[in-house]
């Protein structure tokens, strides 16, 4: 069974003026799947690109999560910093997870064309940059959960099942 982490970048949740909903909502999300995910951990973080990154390393060296979701820094603002760090810290870069996320976002949001959602897999983990919005996120979770156990299971380097019947890698 695979294990996530899901930080959240927040200033004012983490100076505690507002509560923070996002990761709670994917960890439900993830929960009620069937993708084999049983642990989801959450946490806050400040939104300090140093900080992140040396979280985010920290986390990847000790190798204990299959995935890692950061949720928020994926905007336009000035001190959203998260797509340029996934570019930086991870090996392999998966377009095709953050295309679909955007490509949902978009569809539900009329900011969704300006939020830049990114995937990666960084030291054999799957690394999700997530909208930092709770409705966002959930959007954008929902149009790639379906493709994280094998994602996962490929970032590991592992062959994921598949069953004898599917036409699954017929098209690959």
């Not at 806050?44 to 390393?57: F, G, P, S, W």
Request: hydrophobic residues 45%; glycine residues 6%.
């Amino acid at each position: 069974m695979a294990h996530v982490l899901a930080l959240s970048i927040r200033d004012y949740c983490y100076e505690e003026r507002r509560k923070d909903h996002t990761c709670s909502i994917l960890s439900t999300l993830v929960a009620k799947s069937e993708t084999g995910i049983e642990g989801t951990y959450n946490e806050t973080l400040e939104a300090n690109r140093d900080l992140v990154k040396a979280r985010l390393q920290h986390e990847l060296a000790r190798k204990e999560f299959d995935g890692i979701f950061v949720c928020g820094a994926i905007g336009i603002a000035p001190n959203d910093f998260m797509p340029e760090l996934l570019f930086e810290i991870c090996d392999k870069h998966l377009f095709f997870l953050a295309y679909e996320m955007w490509r949902a976002i978009r569809k539900s949001s009329p900011v969704g064309p300006l939020i830049r959602p990114r995937a990666g897999i960084a030291n054999k983990t799957l690394v999700l940059a997530l909208p930092g919005g709770p409705k966002a996120a959930k959007v954008a979770m929902e149009a790639v959960l379906p493709w994280l156990p094998v994602t996962m299971a490929w970032a590991k380097e592992e062959n994921p099942f598949c069953p004898p019947d599917s036409d699954w890698f017929d098209w690959i």
